[in-house]
């Protein structure tokens, strides 16, 4: 069972749409992460939190908005996506500490635009 | 910069062949090295991690060592199941204050027949 949430699992939606993923985990994790993957390849690291602060946004189109409004929630919002766009975005916590500890993922949410 | 070279797949075994999967990385400093494994429509799992040099991390049956001197993190388990059929991911965190990301190699299709 993984102990990282992601709802909804699928999610299709019109280029004109707006819509929101959600993430939790209750790990009392203080870092917080969004990826895009595309099939069989590695995930790409979109935004990073630490703290509830955004720390990475590696260069992300504004059509995508993260948002952390707790230590245990992370969400992105979606507007005006293009079909490229479609893929499994992944969410990602881990504990921010002086060792290199492991992330832990969700199981995704699969992105189609129409 | 970091990176990870991973052994192009896909790979086919037969039901309790012998599994090796290469993994060598470049990276300053002393990384912390990761195994994660992503089944058919889900997300990443860590199979198995290593901190520092020897160290051996191992889950369900996989194994991988922490070779400094080769600067390899190859995956090995001796005898695989149709349910080892995944893509496999090695990867390495850097620190970098507090803000740890991932490098990726880019990942190793295994499929198990019976």
């Known amino acids: 069972d993984t102990e990282v949430t992601q709802t909804p699992k699928h999610l299709v939606m019109g280029m004109t749409n707006k819509k929101s993923l959600k993430c939790e985990q209750h790990?009392?994790?203080?870092?917080m992460y969004w990826y895009k993957q595309k099939a069989k390849k590695p995930p790409e690291l979109m935004f990073v939190?630490?703290?509830?602060?955004?720390?990475i946004n590696e260069s992300v189109p504004s059509r995508f908005s993260p948002e952390c409004p707790n230590s245990s929630l992370l969400n992105l919002h979606l507007h005006a996506l293009q079909p490229e766009d479609s893929a499994l975005y992944l969410c990602?916590?881990?504990?921010?500490?002086?060792?290199?500890?492991?992330?832990?993922f969700g199981d995704g949410t699969r992105l189609s635009i129409l | 910069g970091n990176s990870v070279t991973q052994m192009e797949g896909p790979v086919t075994l037969s039901e309790e062949a012998f599994l090796t999967i290469n993994c060598t990385y470049t990276?300053?400093?002393?990384?912390?090295l990761f195994w994660y494994v992503q089944y058919p429509g889900e997300g990443l799992q860590l199979l198995l991690k290593?901190?520092?040099a020897d160290d051996k991390g191992s889950n369900k049956g996989f194994e991988a060592t922490y070779r400094k001197e080769t600067t390899s993190f190859h995956l090995e388990k001796g005898s695989v199941q149709v349910s080892d059929s995944a893509v496999y991911f090695c990867?390495?965190?850097?620190?970098?204050?507090?803000?740890?990301?991932?490098?990726w190699g880019l990942g190793t299709s295994l499929a198990v027949n019976p």
């Open positions: 290593a901190t520092k």
């Open positions: 990276a300053t400093g002393y990384p912390s």
């Open positions: 990867a390495l965190s850097s620190n970098a204050g507090n803000n740890r990301k991932l490098i």
């Open positions: 990602a916590s881990s504990p921010l500490d002086r060792g290199l500890q492991p992330q832990h």
């Open positions: 790990m009392g994790h203080r870092a």
């Open positions: 939190y630490s703290y509830e602060k955004l720390s």
